[in-house]
């Protein structure tokens, strides 16, 4: 049933189109990273450059104050969900509007099928348990998928164009274990760090996917879905621990609130989930 129902969401020329601007977002932010940072500059004109900053590293050094250079951005920190643009409206464009992807991506399907008298004939295919189960993981499953290629995507086009980059903009005087394993850990493996926080987004792009499955598992109306869904996606961006902490490396904050932010949106996801299915099994209509 769950092979079905990817197979059937994938034929969906709307989904297409919502996975292709996924894929585009992050590409138009490196694009836009590249030329804020000024790239093609900096390589062309590399030896100048790195003859001064070996000058003012030298004249830093004397004088007593620490040195940052302006050579190439790390491709980790240059990245999509470094938010390293000006004004952050790629990232904001894709995450705050997370609801409105996940939705159009798979979780509203079910008030389709729902109104289309399609759901009775998948029930004469098998349980309402097993129906309603199906639909929880191919919501889950196709939003981690796609936002984690998407993710990958920038972050490899990321390292083609900002190779040899070592710059993180200042902020690598946080890589110190005084202020913190966690920062220590971001300086010394910035990819690696990445990449987690690439698979911990794409998770919470699978927990939005059962929270607005949940919703529309209960109001069966595209509607009041819809706008439950990005009520309580703005409720939890308000929270002392919102989206932000989970899901952007090489910020001021530490490892705890990067997990108390991860296990508000986790808890949230499973616990809503959790309810509705206990609920909708219970229930004499699907």
Not at 29 to 58: C, G, P, Q, T, W
Not at 66 to 83: D, G, N, Q
Not at 100 to 112: A, E, H, T
Request: with cysteine; hydrophobic share 45%.
């Amino acid at each position: 049933m769950l092979k079905k129902e990817i197979l059937s969401i994938l034929k969906s020329k709307r989904v297409l189109i919502i996975v292709f601007i996924i894929f585009l977002i992050p590409i138009i932010d490196i694009n836009m990273a590249s030329k804020e940072m000024r790239v093609s500059y900096k390589r062309e004109h590399k030896e100048e450059i790195l003859k001064n900053e070996r000058e003012e590293r030298i004249e830093a050094k004397k004088q007593g104050y620490r040195f940052h250079s302006s050579w190439i951005t790390h491709p980790a920190y240059a990245s999509f969900l470094s938010r390293s643009t000006h004004g952050h409206s790629t990232q904001i464009m894709l995450l705050w509007l997370l609801p409105f992807m996940v939705l159009n991506l798979i979780s509203d399907r079910y008030i389709w099928e729902k109104n289309k008298g399609y759901s009775n004939i998948m029930l004469s295919r098998g349980t309402k348990k097993k129906y309603i189960l199906s639909k929880y993981m191919a919501s889950f499953l196709i939003p981690f998928i796609v936002f984690a290629l998407s993710l990958l995507l920038n972050f490899i086009i990321a390292q083609v164009i900002f190779r040899t980059g070592d710059n993180f903009m200042g902020i690598e005087v946080l890589f110190n274990i005084k202020y913190g394993k966690w920062f220590y850990l971001e300086g010394k493996y910035p990819n690696l760090i990445y990449l987690l926080y690439i698979f911990v987004t794409s998770c919470l792009a699978g927990m939005c996917g059962l929270i607005t499955q949940s919703l529309a598992f209960i109001s069966k109306r595209y509607t009041i879905t819809y706008i439950l869904g990005f009520f309580i996606w703005m409720w939890l961006q308000t929270t002392p621990y919102n989206l932000t902490y989970a899901t952007q490396p090489f910020i001021e904050y530490g490892f705890e609130d990067f997990i108390k932010s991860v296990l508000l949106y986790v808890g949230v996801g499973l616990g809503i989930s959790l309810i509705t299915f206990i609920f909708k099994v219970r229930q004499d209509e699907l």
